[in-house]
């Protein structure tokens, strides 16, 4: 196996693209490093992205954040303005593991992981956040949803790799939570996990909404129905109780030792109202 | 010299003061050397095949392939290990447990074993082997498994214990029964009565450390062990065995220890590392990973478990029964018989009977974990007893006081009792603060007693003393929770001397007499008691030099304070010799210095526990957390009090993992599918809140310093005291173990419904 530390994008890119079948680009390595310890585990070529220039770096641009693939999760909340303005994806980030771990650990290896269970990414998700692919073909900008297709699966092709996570600017008056669902208190993976992003108009009530759901079905998905839900209430019961009906009902998760369908369903959408009410508050909604 | 170890009260100078462990540094800096630390030149690496079938005939191995391959130095099957056993159906088990013969009985049997030059050769070697299987019908839940539909695991069993004995095989492996008085006579006395069915998941003892060794038979017959274990004594002997070696000629080195709990009381990858090693003639390495400790060591027992208590208005019970089915695995053990022995150890009962059932399922084979069986037992007896308590209107501490047994009670399983901590334990719970607590919104106490027979056992200890006055202390008792820095202190009290002048080690089996494992809770007591005889008979030696030095007579010196002293005026004002002294002239005075001893440890005194749990309970999700959690034990005499409070603590860590969390999870295939810790859900730091802990001292009347074995009762009540916590804070009764969420908002939901 060999292992490579490139200094350029090209560089890297021109690697992966000539390399065997068989090859992994590192970032924090928290999921790599694992599986590399699996006895069916086999690799031709590591390539270790944390030399490229500007992967480490989080930038403010006029249209949001440009976040570097090889940023990390505790590297996220010492960056006062995004926690600022993404409090939700802050927190999510840094639900991963365990401070060693956020230490580590980046938000686009979570995502091009491919877990259902990834938790940055209902987050990444519900603020409609993209990510910028560079690859032998060139460059190119996609939603996170269109990255993982199946547990382990990504899209992205031979070659590719994603430089930065592109989080828009937060509109005004809106405010985003994550919240997952673990038995223990950390180093666990999460059994539901809900994100959100919700948008007020002058008035407190709900302009524009975005409900993500994690680990209740192969993929990450953005629900509908929730928003709907929501737009237009000022988050009263009833449209709690729609929130949570339509969380549940679009979960569609399987039983295995992580949880039953049925709870799943339920606590997505326990979690969905408790989630709902912190985004409000963090809107400014009252 | 006969020893007299019978308690003496008086007031102690080292025991009971907290010293700093002589290991720890080594610990805290990563230098202490633990089982895959050991290498030697010319090594190999060992790999396991193991079967992905939770039960399948071994039609064929066909390990030409795999020994063709580029750096294979050895392959082994079951032909490479062959029976010696010689009808010893124990040993069998161990030897097939190894190494399967004509079954693979559950995933992860070991069926063949590599070594190579190295981890990567292994690895390819393991896929090149050929095993071809029939897989046969499978059964893994207790329940299931005695059903007249299971498949029957192994037709040469036929139940044990029972009259008369069955016709047809089965897989209740044995049935014993314990107990005294008419219980349906008891039954018909009572006013209310609970009866009830309890299930517990199988754990594991969830060590950090997985199973490690480095084995090299040498040509000559000789052969050498270096291996993470409870009891290298006990390793020598059943490998000597297992492979026809002459137990004298195997000389095993235990090293560090990072978490054993039982699991390592039991040879898994020994025998391979050694039938490799005399296969490939060179030394060989095998090293466990975590799935594969999952899916072949360890585990503890799955239950199914029936308790019926009744009891008059007034809190007097008058009758009590349980029925405990226990798994122990693919092979017959003793799980079920001693959980009956168990169950009802707490309370004074004129009416009781308990029947352990041996259920033989396609799982692991099941090894010790921390006071085995008892905490199973527990839990369906303590939840009953709770339940009994609330249903007749009186506080569950005091419900118990009330049926406390105490000395000269009978206990359930025959014996008579002595002096014992169940009933002190019981009132320092009573006006503990914990107990009187405000509780909040959601949330629920729970309390529980627990019992622990405790074990002694033999024990060989060797002090010697070095020129310059420090002493060297040898034991063969594997120190798995401070047990060198307790056995320093008794060391340093009986010569008199600092606690700093004393260094402990583990001896290998070659340089000290057979001991007993480190199971049992005998660690401290056994080899603390070895270790005040052999500081005696040094103190004896030492005693008689000085008369030398002096020139008198030995019977006009004695012993104090860490000086030999002339007795009376008759010698004159001659100033005491301390052990420096003595030991500096040892040269001219007769040779070196040292103490011996050899016993064993009997009256190793039963502990009991008393436990409180505080738990809040999100009725959401299912949710919960520990508040606040309270061990209360009797220790006899907590030599090291921080060790004993950190041997409470670990137990009440790990029983709260088990009750809430940790599980095996089989698939309708019969495999596991949560081998990793990612899954098997032991708790982390922050699940826990700080573990407060009472150690109460009721001395043994068996050992000088009135000593109880302390490492294993603190695993025994959290089962029941969590499950009584969680149903008191939702108003329901949890009989299922672990009492995960998905299980706690599935009883809530139930209950809504209804
Ligand atoms: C103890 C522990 C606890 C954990 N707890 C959690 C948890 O609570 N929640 C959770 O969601 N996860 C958890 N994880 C998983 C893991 O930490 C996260 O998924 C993490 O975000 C992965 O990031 P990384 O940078 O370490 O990824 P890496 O391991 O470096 O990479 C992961 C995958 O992404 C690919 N990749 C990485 N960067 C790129 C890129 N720029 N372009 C293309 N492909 C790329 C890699 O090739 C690899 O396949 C845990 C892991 C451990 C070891």
Redesign the interface.
């Known amino acids: 196996m060999r292992y490579e530390r490139p200094e350029t994008i090209e560089a890297a890119i021109a690697l992966l693209a000539d390399a065997e079948a068989k090859s992994f680009v590192l970032a924090g390595g928290t999921d790599l490093l694992v599986r590399m310890?699996n006895?069916t585990f086999e690799a031709d070529l590591i390539v270790d992205i944390k030399s490229i220039e500007g992967m480490d770096a989080v930038t403010q641009t006029d249209d949001g954040f440009l976040i570097g693939a090889a940023v990390s999760a505790a590297a996220l909340s010492e960056n006062a303005a995004l926690v600022a303005e993404w409090p939700g994806v802050v927190e999510a980030a840094n639900l991963i593991g365990?401070t060693q771990i956020q230490g580590r650990c980046t938000m686009v290896g979570n995502l091009c992981n491919a877990s259902p269970a990834a938790d940055s990414v209902p987050a990444l998700v519900a603020a409609d956040a993209r990510v910028r692919i560079a690859g032998p073909d060139g460059s190119r900008e996609v939603a996170i949803l269109d990255i993982p297709t199946y547990p382990g699966k990504t899209s992205l092709t031979k070659g590719e790799i994603i430089v930065a996570i592109v989080l828009p600017k937060a509109a005004t008056r809106s405010g985003d939570a994550y919240l997952r669902?673990t038995?223990?208190?950390?180093?666990?993976?999460a059994?539901v996990g809900v994100g959100i992003n919700l948008t007020l108009d002058e008035g407190g009530v709900v302009a524009a909404a975005r409900i993500a759901l994690g680990a209740v079905g192969p993929t990450v998905s953005l629900v509908e129905e929730a928003a709907k839900a929501l737009i237009g209430s000022k988050l009263d019961q009833a449209a709690l109780d729609a929130l949570a009906s339509a969380c549940s009902a679009a979960s569609n998760p399987i039983d295995?030792?992580?949880?039953?369908i049925?709870?799943r369903k339920?606590?997505a959408g326990?979690?969905a109202r408790r989630v709902a009410q912190t985004a409000y508050t963090r809107a400014g909604g009252k | 010299m006969s020893f007299d170890a019978a308690y003496q009260s008086k007031v102690l100078k080292s025991v009971g003061t907290r010293p700093l462990r002589p290991d720890g540094v080594d610990k805290v800096t990563g230098r202490a050397r633990y089982g895959a630390d050991f290498n030697m030149p010319g090594q190999l690496v060992a790999r396991v095949l193991r079967s992905p079938h939770a039960h399948a005939k071994i039609k064929s191995i066909d390990t030409s392939r795999a020994a063709a391959a580029k750096g294979v130095k050895a392959i082994i099957t079951a032909a490479d290990l062959p029976d010696l056993t010689d009808g010893n159906r124990s040993l069998f088990a161990i030897l097939d447990n190894c190494m399967a013969r004509s079954k693979a009985m559950y995933d992860g049997h070991a069926v063949a074993a590599v070594a190579a030059i190295d981890e990567k050769a292994a690895k390819v070697a393991l896929q090149l082997i050929e095993v071809e299987y029939e897989v046969l019908p499978h059964v893994v839940d207790v329940d299931a498994a005695i059903l007249p539909d299971a498949p029957v695991l192994n037709d040469t069993i036929f139940t044990k214990g029972v009259e008369p004995i069955p016709k047809t095989p089965s897989n209740v492996a044995n049935q014993a029964e314990f107990g005294h008085g008419d219980v349906e006579a008891g039954f018909m006395q009572a006013e209310v009565i609970v009866e009830r069915s309890y299930k517990t998941e199988q754990t594991h003892q969830g060590y950090i450390e997985p199973h490690a060794c480095v084995a090299s038979c040498n040509t000559d017959g000789t052969a050498e062990l270096w291996v993470c274990t409870q009891g290298h004594f006990v390793y020598r002997q059943t490998c000597a065995d297992l492979l026809g070696l002459e137990v004298s000629k195997l000389r095993v080195t235990s090293s560090e220890i990072g978490g054993g709990f039982g699991g390592k009381t039991h040879v898994w990858a020994e025998p391979v590392a050694l039938a490799l090693s005399r296969k490939a003639g060179r030394p060989v390495k095998l090293v466990m990973s975590r799935e594969e400790v999952f899916r072949a060591s360890g585990p503890t027992s799955a239950t199914s478990i029936d308790v019926k208590i009744g009891t008059k208005k007034d809190g007097t019970i008058t009758a009590a029964q349980a029925t405990l089915r226990y798994t122990s695995g693919p092979y017959p053990d003793t799980w079920a018989e001693i959980g009956a022995m168990t169950s009802f150890a707490c309370y004074d009962l004129k009416n009781v009977k308990t029947v352990g059932i041996e259920v033989i399922v396609n799982r692991p084979k099941v090894a010790a974990y921390r006071a085995p069986s008892a905490p199973m037992a527990a839990f369906a007896v303590e939840s009953a007893i709770d339940e009994l308590a609330h249903k007749i209107g009186m506080d569950a501490v005091d419900f118990r006081i009330k049926n406390a047994a105490k000395e000269g009670t009978r206990a359930s399983y025959g014996p008579i009792y002595g002096p014992i901590g169940i009933g002190p334990t019981l009132e320092a719970a009573k006006t503990h603060p914990h107990m009187s607590a405000p509780l909040g919104k959601n949330q629920g106490r729970g309390m529980a007693c627990g019992f622990w027979f405790n074990f002694g056992g033999q024990t060989c200890t060797d002090l010697n003393v070095s020129a310059d006055g420090t002493v060297t202390l040898a034991v063969g008792t594997v120190d798995v929770g401070g047990s060198r820095a307790s056995l320093s202190l008794i060391a340093a009290e009986e010569l008199g001397i600092d606690y700093q002048d004393i260094k402990a080690v583990i001896a290998d089996t070659s340089t000290l007499g057979y001991n007993d494992m480190t199971d049992g809770s005998r660690g401290t007591f056994s080899s603390s008691m070895a270790t005040i005889s052999a500081a005696r008979n040094a103190i004896e030696v030492m005693r008689h030099r000085a008369a030398m030095m002096w020139d008198i007579p030995p019977e006009d010196v004695y012993w104090e304070d860490g000086h030999a002293v002339a007795a009376g005026t008759k010698h004159g004002n001659r100033a005491p010799l301390s052990v420096k002294e003595i030991a500096a002239a040892a040269g001219n005075t007769g040779g070196p210095i040292a103490g011996h001893s050899e016993l064993v440890a009997d009256g190793a005194g039963v502990s009991f526990a008393t436990h409180i749990c505080d738990i809040q309970v999100d009725p959401e999700t299912g949710s919960s957390r520990i508040l606040r959690y309270t061990v209360i034990q009797d220790a006899g005499k907590a030599v090291h009090p921080a060790y004993v409070e950190g041997q409470y603590q670990g137990g009440a860590a790990q029983g709260i993992g088990w009750a809430l969390n940790e599980e095996y999870i089989y698939g309708s295939d019969g495999r596991l599918q949560n081998p990793g810790f990612l899954d098997y859900r032991i708790p982390v730091c922050s699940d826990l809140p700080m573990i407060g802990t009472q150690i109460l001292e009721i001395p043994n009347p068996n050992h000088p310093y009135g000593v109880r074995g302390v490492g294993e009762t603190s695993i025994v009540p959290p089962l029941a005291a969590v499950a009584n916590a969680v149903s008191n804070a939702i108003g329901l009764r949890m009989t299922h173990i672990p009492i995960s969420p998905p299980r706690i908002l599935a009883a809530l939901n139930d209950a809504a419904r209804n």
């Open positions: 310890q006895d365990s669902f038995p223990r208190t950390e180093m666990d993976i059994v295995d030792k992580r949880g039953t049925a709870f339920q606590v326990v979690l």
